[in-house]
């Protein structure tokens, strides 16, 4: 949390991606090369971080307490929120629970968007702003709401 609040950020700008990659390479996350990190993006647990080349836009939230994978060609973008952490409510105790999350290729993850532990976004598909997902998304499928819905397929022309 330290690093992620001093160095993680004083690498501002495209000149600056490789240091952002050094910085979550040397905790333990696999990065594309040609990936881009915005400086203002929390990575939670950089070990539970795999990344391709993708974008993850700015003030998004990569809150992995378990397993986070993006593909290729894929945009997180801003504010959007990744969780794989939760609670057993059926225990009084409330233990924490968790589940990985993957984000196929060709996805793009709406502003503000939420996705919760377990999910998979399957390739080409988009979720749309403000969407709250709790379960699979089907590929080249757009889906928005809260809870997300199926709105329609994606057809890329």
């Known amino acids: 949390m330290v690093i992620n609040a001093t160095l993680f950020r004083f690498a501002i700008g495209g000149s600056f991606k490789w240091w952002r990659h050094g910085l979550l390479k040397a905790f333990g996350a696999k990065i594309d090369k040609d990936a881009y990190i915005y400086p203002s993006c929390k990575i939670f647990m950089p070990w539970n971080f795999v990344c391709g080349r993708a974008c993850i836009g700015p003030d998004t939230n990569i809150y992995n307490k378990d397993m986070i994978v993006i593909g290729n060609d894929s945009v997180i973008s801003q504010g959007s929120f990744l969780c794989t952490a939760g609670h057993d409510t059926a225990n009084l105790m409330m233990p924490l629970t968790t589940a990985p999350i993957k984000i196929s290729d060709h996805v793009w993850i709406a502003a503000d968007a ?22 699979d998304v089907d590929p080249w499928t757009i889906v928005g709401g809260n809870p997300a819905k199926f709105i329609k397929k994606r057809i890329v022309k």
Do not use: L
């Open 114 to 135: 939420f996705v919760g532990m377990g999910v998979t976004v399957g390739e080409g598909a988009i979720v749309g702003a403000r969407a709250a997902v709790f379960k």
